[in-house]
């Protein structure tokens, strides 16, 4: 029986008659790599997200993780798949050989995440916040703190966290108070609170290792006064194990409306409660230069958003696969003008398929999206010529804030369709779908919202470098309209000129909106220039499909085009309305007087 985890032919497709992973082993850097070992990793990765992480899905969203008032406690089964996971040699596989990792290409090790996330997105999140830890430290670390700090987690041992957001400040990093206090010795002493730091605290890993924004006595104001520090719950021991307690205690944990496995906290540094040393305050070390700190915490913070966005991907995926499986073998109904006939499973019924299909363009669209990202991430680490690298440079830098904020929109929405075609039993707690709609709704939210994603795709990345970025965009996808053309193919043909009169309008509104001179104006309705251009790049993404499908004549392949079929036709004029109130400088929201809320 086919999973309704994910799906292993699609992967295939993805990575194989789209993506031609395998000409990477060609690189340096992936040479110890074949197809084989590729297909091995990805099978390995069915099996224990299958076996370790699927079946505590349901039993960590009915019994969080508690917290005493001076541990946290999870259930067994969390550690239990962590621990399958760390033994795997999974934890570190893209980081470099000489750290432990295995330099596996990012684009398969995403694809293999994807069967985890789908899984169980609660516990497979312990180890994104761990992964992106190690990887920030071991490019911006010391040597000595990469030996104290990266290798245990790329081993498994102790696992990390980012500590960035306030109570008072939220997202607002410029406002953060938490203070780092110079030491004698070099370290420094930290004393604030921080809010919603997932995996703050449990009782899986041995030490967890914080990574925390605070700032310096004298720094400047704003963010240009942030300095970043490592501040790990036990202080390193000089075998390196772990030692004396610092001073990181938690206030109280945070109650979810979903994704309730991963535990949510509010830590205190500096309280009081220990003392490493005999002194007051958190014990922590600087991580690069002092007010350079959210520099360095953006290498993770980009790390994360990508996460975010094939969290809510492989979140929107399983959901179709179970609204599918259900579709299929539930009866109800006759067919349309048949009266007297016998009952047919949903899956008949074109209002049904309609909600299928849309969940497919999603959930099919946005993995996509998340492998291609990958993809570039191993050119920028793998090409030797430096064009190449600066073309994947400039693509990631308008791909990221819309391979974030896109699926964790539309897969959510599929989620919501996977409910609907379950109809009341989609409502209840007995079937899945319910708690993946709910663990979705945080995707919105955290690593940037929705808002925040919007302002920093029109506000930063379109127009950085006299809109270098979104020029690449336009002209990869101009590259692929012209393939497209070249087919001969007429529906290929009629996408491809639906796409390049969006792609052309979005540079258009792009140049309407900062020519008025006024930033405020420009960005007034920049959530509705992210759903346009988002929407414009999954459009492409899905003509890239098309065209890796053409013909092939089997129903995975007709599935592909019905798909785009479908993107094209019911999603890509919805972004006709949204440049209609870019273009028209709208000021609705601009000019609101907030009593009139």
């Known amino acids: 029986m086919e999973s309704q985890i994910m799906s292993a032919r699609d992967i295939e497709f993805l990575l194989h008659e789209w993506l031609d992973v395998s000409a990477l082993t060609e690189r340096e850097r992936f040479r110890e790599h074949s197809r084989e070992t590729f297909d091995q990793l990805l099978e390995l990765s069915e099996q224990l997200a299958t076996q370790y992480f699927a079946p505590h899905n349901r039993e960590s969203d009915l019994h969080e993780p508690t917290f005493d008032g001076e541990q946290v406690h999870t259930l067994p089964a969390v550690g239990r798949a962590l621990a399958a996971f760390r033994d795997a040699g999974l934890i570190g596989a893209p980081m470099d050989e000489s750290l432990g990792g295995a330099q596996l290409p990012q684009t398969v090790y995403n694809a293999c995440l994807s069967w985890f996330y789908a899984a169980n997105a609660a516990t497979t999140s312990y180890l994104m916040l761990t992964m992106g830890n190690a990887n920030l430290l071991a490019a911006h670390g010391t040597p000595e703190q990469i030996d104290t700090y990266v290798r245990p987690q790329v081993e498994g041992r ?357 020519g008025t001179g006024d930033p405020r104006l420009a960005l007034a309705n920049s959530a509705l220039y992210l759903e346009a251009a988002g929407h414009i790049v999954l459009a492409w993404i899905w003509l890239e499909l098309e065209l890796a499908a053409h013909g092939k004549q089997t129903p995975f392949h007709d599935g592909k085009r019905a798909a785009a079929r479908y993107f094209f036709r019911f999603e890509l004029p919805a972004t006709g309305y949204r440049f209609d109130v870019l273009d028209s400088l709208d000021r609705t929201t601009l000019d609101l007087d907030d009593a009139c809320l």
């Not at 809510?312 to 007297?340: I, V």
């Open 158 to 514: 102790w696992f990390g966290t980012m500590a960035l957001s306030e109570p008072q400040a939220g997202s607002d990093l410029a406002g953060i108070t938490t203070r780092a206090v110079p030491q004698a010795d070099g370290s420094y002493r930290l004393f604030g609170r921080k809010m919603w730091i997932s995996g703050g605290d449990q009782d899986i890993s041995e030490n967890i290792v914080h990574l925390v924004l605070a700032r310096i006595p004298g720094a400047p104001a704003g963010t240009r006064g942030i300095s970043l520090f490592v501040v790990p719950k036990f202080l390193p021991a000089a075998d390196g194990g772990v030692g004396e307690r610092n001073d990181v205690v938690l206030a109280g944990i945070n109650h979810k409306m979903g994704w309730r496995g991963t535990v949510n906290t509010a830590p205190v540094f500096g309280d009081g409660a220990f003392t490493p040393g005999g002194a007051a305050g958190a014990v922590g070390y600087l991580v690069g230069t002092e007010n350079r700190g959210l520099a360095c915490m953006f290498h993770m913070m980009n790390e994360a958003r990508l996460g975010i966005g094939l969290i809510a991907t492989s979140l929107g995926y399983t959901g179709y696969l179970k609204s599918l499986a259900y579709a299929r073998n539930r009866p109800q109904g006759r067919a349309a003008g048949d009266k007297s006939g016998p009952e047919v499973p949903i899956v008949e019924h074109p209002d049904v398929r309609r909600m299928l299909l849309a969940q497919k363009s999603y959930a099919e669209g946005a993995l996509a999206l998340q492998l291609y990202c990958s993809r570039l991430i191993d050119d920028q680490h793998s090409i030797d010529t430096e064009p190449e690298r600066q073309r994947a440079d400039r693509l990631l830098r308008v791909l990221v804030p819309i391979a974030k904020s896109w699926p964790s929109q539309w897969c959510l929405i599929g989620n919501d369709l996977a409910i609907q075609i379950l109809g009341g039993a989609g409502y209840t707690r007995d079937y899945d779908v319910e708690q993946h709609y709910r663990d979705n709704r945080l995707n919105p939210i955290h690593e940037g919202t929705h808002g925040i994603q919007s302002m920093d795709l029109l506000g930063r990345a379109v127009v950085a470098e006299n809109g270098a970025a979104l020029a690449t965009l336009v002209a990869t996808i101009d590259a692929t309209v012209t393939a497209a053309r070249a087919t001969g193919d007429a529906e290929l043909a009629a996408h491809a000129d639906l796409l390049a009169a969006a792609a052309e309008r979005l540079a258009a509104t792009t140049a309407r909106l900062w």
